[in-house]
């Protein structure tokens, strides 16, 4: 925790640090703080200074840096340093306030929190300062007394007060300037490359020992230090006096335009009516193909080429649909890996998903892309990569996703992008600490996901697209084992429900053996279409065609006449062609039968079957006699062999040759489940998909009332430290002084710990606070504070 911060912290009003809990929602994550020192030692927290980095626009990033190079930056010296009026950096700095990545001293001196500074190691291609280089224990009192007799100042005094002046002369352009007059000739030219391509560069260390030489003389008037022999570096005020006056840090206060175009908006949300009904009917196609026809993969991993363009042929998808919805049903876990099918399956949560109603399926697999860290539809070198295979990039793709939506949604309303160039120039400037190689890279394949998805349309974002992007910040990670906020957020779910509300649950049947849907089926209706007709169109308006194999072929699963017609008047009017042909493909169905059988049972004696086949106890197997001497059972032959030897009889086994195979017993294989396959060959436990599908994260406290609770608490508190010992050692008789201590430090430092109460009853706990004879302190069973009576602990552990 930075004392610094902390300090500030307890001077602010309760509108800036409910700005400062609502932009760094990390800090108020369960268990949520109480206390501001606990706040200051999140805020502070190095992974989540990362985070928050990454949600800030460039100009916040230009100033940080600028920051770290001057020395007691205040709002005016940054200004100046930059170039630019005050009242262009006053907005910036105050967003870096607001996420407590810096703040101002009483002084007006900026601080920046620790985490900051080790994202540049090197802040606007400059080196350490040379306080760094000459307080260095490897520079001697004579090589200091040395370097002041070269810059011209008096060589007596302590080596504190020599630094500092040797420092302002190098610090000061006109001085440098004075010392390079008398320099070897090229010694400006090759100081210039490490002002400017610095501040570390590679050089030949014979040179640095060489008299005459450039390289000697800026290492002896301290202008070039050397960490090792071949590499030389230039401290931070050396190369901002080469820079010159003039020299100003790179500042875009401005974004960058989006060339856009005009576009119909009742057009894009005609097209999201259509794509966001199709993308539930597909998906449902897809799994219900994989439950036929489990989806091998490759020995290398992923779904290979051949099966994705059988799978899109199988089912109608385009191919560049099929890929992209594998990839989501994965990530939603709608479709995992099944050792015993040996391939990829539907899961439970799928049959689950399919009864849900159409918007929240389509929140579900929306949610799912949000957050999956794959792009399905991005090329490389000309090629996509392997469906569900390893992807490197991982989260840096997910974070463009969630970069490209919110630059979309500030777009006007009624424009769509004209120029995706101009788009990414827009998104690097909102996100800067994305790479900007695979920005470029995976940007057009968000669009053409968003697209798919019904996000976008005409390269405008449809409503659908902005309730997602409002999103961007609680997206969650693709191996949640909850349900994130997203598919729940209100927003979101009144445009899913919008987006399907013109889904058409009924057909026109015509004479011509035709079904006509005009508009959007419902994955309902489709779903009943596709099983007894062929679909012959899709868009505006889908076409199916009834024909006698494909009533034949719902015959086959299980449907009667009367079933099959009864469930089409139900969507429609049946006309009489329709039900002749269905009618006579019925009675016509089944004139030849074929029969699966488990195996063969011979024998030379028909008696001996004859009395196999009446047997009681073996009525499970099914036994029928076919001939005299051959009997069928509808178990397989291990199954029936078991029995038969049970039984009394000595039956062996036969191959298919007809030769008498007996082969040593093995253990049986142990079970094993579903375990759900993500993309990047990230696998899930089967508990992560079976949790039930309301599961949710607890949520955080509301910013503004935790503020306010925070600021009360800090008042109250005044006076109160240095009682938890006291309190503990008086109150908790029943623990020893080691676990009094290790109480303590629930209290002082909010670290876990395992407690006993007297009546057995166990509790994991961190983030305490004494209350009169109470402890109360977050419980990680409960999810939330409650109170243990310091009395009755009778145990404390140290909880890993």
């Not at 626009?57 to 940080?64: D, E, G, I, K, N």
């Not at 101002?104 to 190691?121: F, M, Q």
């Not at 191959?655 to 253990?667: F, W, Y």
């Not at 060959?681 to 607890?698: N, Q, R, S």
């Amino acid at each position: 925790m930075e004392d610094h911060l902390l300090g500030w912290l307890r001077t602010l009003d309760e509108d800036r640090l409910a700005r400062i809990l609502a932009n760094r929602p990390d800090a108020i994550s369960a268990p949520w703080p109480r206390r501001l020192d606990t706040l200051a030692q999140r805020l502070s927290n190095g992974f989540a200074v990362m985070e928050a980095l990454r949600t800030l626009p460039l100009p916040c990033l230009q100033l940080a840096e600028s920051c770290l190079v001057l020395r007691d930056p205040t709002p005016a010296r940054l200004a100046q340093f930059l170039g630019a009026p005050a009242a262009a950096v006053t907005p910036w700095l105050d967003l870096l306030y607001d996420h407590a990545l810096a703040w101002p001293g009483a002084d007006g001196v900026i601080h920046l929190t620790e985490g900051v500074s080790r994202w540049w190691s090197a802040p606007l291609g400059l080196g350490e300062p040379l306080d760094h280089h000459l307080s260095s224990w490897t520079i001697s009192n004579d090589a200091l007394r040395a370097l002041a007799r070269r810059l011209g100042l008096p060589p007596h005094g302590n080596k504190r007060r020599t630094v500092t002046r040797a420092a302002e002369v190098l610090a000061d352009p006109a001085r440098v300037a004075a010392l390079l007059e008398d320099a070897p000739e090229g010694t400006r030219a090759f100081l210039d490359r490490f002002a400017w391509e610095g501040p570390a560069r590679d050089v030949d260390g014979g040179r640095f020992v060489t008299p005459g030489t450039p390289e000697k003389w800026a290492a002896d008037h301290g202008m070039l230090y050397r960490p090792n022999w071949n590499v030389a570096e230039m401290p931070r005020e050396v190369a901002l006096c080469l820079r010159g006056p003039g020299y100003h840090p790179p500042f875009a206060p401005d974004a960058p335009e989006v060339a856009t175009i005009p576009v119909d908006p009742e057009e894009v949300d005609h097209l999201m009516t259509l794509a966001a009904p199709h993308v539930v009917e597909r998906c449902a196609a897809l799994l219900d193909n994989a439950s036929k026809t489990p989806l091998p993969l490759l020995k290398t991993g992923g779904v290979g080429v051949r099966e994705v363009r059988r799978v899109a042929r199988e089912t109608g998808c385009d191919e560049d649909e099929t890929r992209l919805l594998l990839e989501v049903c994965a990530v939603a876990r709608l479709l995992a890996w099944d050792d015993k099918s040996g391939g990829m399956v539907p899961t439970e949560r799928f049959d689950r998903w399919r009864l849900d109603e159409g918007a929240a399926r389509l929140r579900v697999l929306l949610s799912a892309w949000w957050r999956m860290e794959r792009s399905s539809l991005r090329r490389s070198d000309g090629k996509y990569g392997t469906v569900l295979g390893d992807d490197p990039a991982g989260s840096a793709i997910a974070r463009v996703r969630r970069a490209v939506l919110p630059v979309l949604a500030r777009l006007p309303d009624g424009t769509a992008v004209a120029d995706r160039a101009s788009l990414v120039r827009a998104v690097h400037w909102h996100a800067p600490l994305l790479d900007q190689a695979l920005l470029a890279d995976c940007a057009p394949a968000v669009l053409d996901e968003a697209t798919l998805l019904g996000l976008l349309a005409r390269e405008a974002l449809t409503d659908l697209g902005r309730a997602l992007a409002a999103l961007a910040g609680r997206a969650g990670d693709e191996n949640d084992d909850c349900v994130p906020h997203v598919e729940h957020d209100p927003g979101l779910v009144e445009a899913s429900t919008r987006a399907l509300a013109g889904v058409r649950r009924s057909a026109l049947f015509g004479p011509d053996l035709t079904a006509v849907v005009t508009g959007p089926p419902s994955a309902e209706l489709a779903a009943l279409l596709d099983r007894v007709a062929e679909r012959e169109s899709r868009g505006a308006a889908s076409v199916w065609r009834f024909t006698t194999e494909s009533v034949r072929r719902a015959l086959d699963r299980g449907y009667d006449a009367d079933e099959l017609l009864g469930e089409l008047a139900e969507v429609g009017t049946v006309p009489q062609p329709l039900d002749y042909l269905v009618r006579d493909t019925a009675r016509r169905h089944g004139e030849v039968t074929v029969t699966s059988v488990g195996c063969v049972v011979q024998a030379s004696d028909p008696a001996l079957l004859a009395e196999i086949a009446g047997h009681r106890r073996l009525a499970r197997l099914g036994l029928r006699l076919l001939a005299p001497t051959v009997l069928v059972s509808a178990a397989d032959a291990e199954r029936t062999l078991a029995a038969l030897r049970e039984n009394g009889y000595a039956p062996v086994p036969v191959s298919d040759t007809g030769e008498i195979t007996i082969r040593r017993a093995r253990a049986d294989d142990p079970p094993h489940g579903r375990l759900v396959l993500l993309p990047g060959g990230h696998v899930a436990e089967p508990a992560a998909f079976e949790a039930p599908a309301h599961a949710l994260a607890e949520p955080a406290p509301d910013p503004r009332e935790h503020a306010r609770r925070l600021i009360e608490t800090s008042r109250a508190e005044s006076g109160t430290q240095g009682r938890t010992w006291a309190v503990i050692g008086r109150m908790a008789t029943r623990l020893s002084t080691a676990q009094q201590s290790l109480l303590g430090f629930v209290v002082d430092r909010g670290v876990r710990a395992g407690i006993t109460l007297t009546d057995g009853l166990t509790a994991t706990i961190s983030h305490g606070e004494l209350r009169g004879g109470a402890l109360d302190a977050w419980c990680e069973e409960a999810g939330d504070y409650l109170e243990f009576p310091l009395a009755e602990i009778v145990e404390v552990r140290g909880a890993y």
